[in-house]
């Protein structure tokens, strides 16, 4: 009899102990996947990083075309003037401006185009 309570009790610790270490892997595996420092948190971060990548880049190129038109109008002080005509439609005084209507639908897509985008955040 011993023996057989002996065998049972030995059989009912190695079930408890794998029931333990199951639990334990499981808890591990569920912490490591769904918690804070977890795979998904990486994944959402990693997506974030990238997205925040590709807004530095097009700051960035935003930066160095407005640093290229103060340049060009530094350099040539006729550059404020064609700034001028084409952008803000202004013309001398006693000049007529003749404007093509493919032109002027052009420009009303740009702007449109325009308004489509998100607002830039400037730090």
Not at 33 to 56: D, H, M, P, T, Y
């Amino acid at each position: 009899m011993d023996r057989k309570d002996k065998r049972k009790k030995d059989i009912w610790k190695r079930r408890v102990f794998i029931s333990l270490t199951i639990f334990l892997v499981l808890v591990i595996f569920a912490a490591s996947f769904f918690g804070k420092r977890g795979w998904l948190e990486i994944r959402k971060a990693q997506r974030r990083k990238a997205a925040l990548q590709q807004q530095i880049e097009a700051l960035v190129e935003q930066k160095n075309r407005l640093m290229e038109e103060i340049k060009v109008l530094k350099e040539y002080p006729e550059a404020y003037e064609k700034e001028a005509r084409e952008k803000l439609w202004l013309m001398k005084p006693g000049e007529k401006v003749l404007v093509e209507e493919s032109r002027l639908l052009e420009e009303e897509k740009k702007k449109k185009e325009e308004k489509k985008k998100p607002p830039e955040k400037n730090k």
